[in-house]
């Protein structure tokens, strides 16, 4: 009777199991690491649109700024960085919205110069080395936006400013190579109706073919607005 009373008390100190071997503690444990997951792997979908080009990995959420894990959400919503590898989102879920910050880490492909080139050398293959580079931290981050992406053509550019060994390639560091470059000689036609004269000029600006540029005629020094072609600028009365 002794030892059954000892088994009984020790079946009863055993916590509630489910039909799974699991208690409802550990069940709802479980949701909560699945709706965890679910969001993570949301959240980083999201990243990954804002960032097509970058390799984008969530870790986990660190912490909640305002509510807690939802026991269901139906959006989620990307509301900033802070350059230090954390994502700040607003969860939503019926009338109830909570705020959090996860960890995540963000990689995309750039080229890194492995010398310096002078203002208005062209590009070239050689000049750079492929390396991806961290955009959620750091330098990366700062100039995630301006980031010329790795796999993107360089061909036809040149560089508009002085470019450092070993530093990122940036969009706001290379232009298009122009076609007649500002005082460069060029040839104008003048159209006017059927009649078409033709002069000498110089370029005021860089120019690009089959878009505007401005030149001055040699000979009147009267200024002109042309389209530029293979042959040379012609302009329209």
Same mark, same amino acid.
């Given at each position: 009777?002794?030892?059954?009373?000892? +088994?009984?008390?020790?079946?009863?100190?055993?916590?509630?199991?489910?039909?799974?071997?699991?208690?409802?503690?550990?069940?709802?444990? @479980?949701?909560?690491? @699945?709706?965890?997951? %679910?969001?993570? &792997?949301?959240?980083?979908?999201?990243?990954?649109?804002?960032?097509?080009?970058?390799? +984008?990995?969530?870790?986990?959420?660190?912490?909640?700024?305002?509510?807690?894990?939802?026991?269901?959400?139906?959006?989620?919503?990307?509301?900033?960085?802070?350059?230090?590898?954390?994502?700040? &989102?607003?969860?939503?879920?019926?009338? +109830?919205?909570?705020?959090?910050?996860?960890?995540?880490?963000?990689?995309?492909?750039? %080229?890194?110069?492995?010398?310096?080139?002078?203002?208005?050398?062209?590009?070239?293959?050689?000049?750079?080395?492929?390396?991806?580079?961290?955009?959620?931290?750091?330098?990366?981050?700062?100039? %995630?936006?301006?980031?010329?992406?790795?796999?993107?053509?360089?061909?036809?550019?040149?560089?508009?400013?002085?470019?450092?060994?070993?530093?990122?390639?940036?969009?706001?560091? =290379?232009?298009?190579?122009? @076609?007649?470059?500002?005082?460069?000689? =060029?040839?104008?036609?003048?159209?006017?109706?059927?009649?078409?004269?033709?002069?000498?000029?110089?370029?005021?600006?860089?120019?690009?073919?089959?878009? $505007? =540029?401005?030149?001055?005629?040699?000979?009147?020094? $009267?200024?002109?607005?042309?389209?530029?072609?293979?042959?040379?600028?012609?302009?329209?009365?």
């Amino acid at each position: 009777g002794a030892v059954l009373g000892i +088994v009984e008390a020790a079946h009863s100190a055993v916590p509630e199991m489910s039909r799974y071997g699991q208690t409802p503690a550990e069940k709802l444990q @479980d949701r909560r690491v @699945d709706i965890e997951e %679910r969001l993570i &792997f949301t959240l980083q979908s999201e990243l990954q649109k804002k960032y097509p080009q970058a390799r +984008v990995e969530v870790a986990r959420i660190t912490r909640w700024l305002r509510g807690s894990l939802p026991a269901q959400y139906e959006r989620i919503q990307v509301s900033g960085e802070n350059g230090r590898g954390e994502v700040q &989102f607003e969860v939503y879920g019926g009338d +109830v919205s909570s705020t959090g910050v996860a960890s995540y880490s963000a990689w995309m492909p750039a %080229r890194l110069a492995v010398r310096r080139l002078q203002s208005g050398e062209r590009l070239k293959a050689e000049d750079f080395v492929a390396q991806d580079v961290s955009i959620s931290s750091g330098q990366g981050y700062e100039m %995630r936006n301006v980031l010329l992406e790795g796999a993107a053509s360089i061909q036809g550019l040149e560089a508009r400013q002085s470019i450092q060994e070993g530093q990122m390639l940036l969009t706001t560091a =290379v232009q298009r190579t122009p @076609d007649v470059r500002r005082g460069d000689a =060029v040839q104008i036609r003048l159209h006017s109706g059927e009649l078409i004269l033709t002069t000498n000029g110089t370029a005021l600006e860089p120019g690009y073919r089959t878009e $505007r =540029v401005r030149v001055l005629s040699a000979k009147t020094k $009267r200024e002109f607005s042309g389209e530029l072609k293979a042959g040379g600028v012609e302009y329209r009365s």
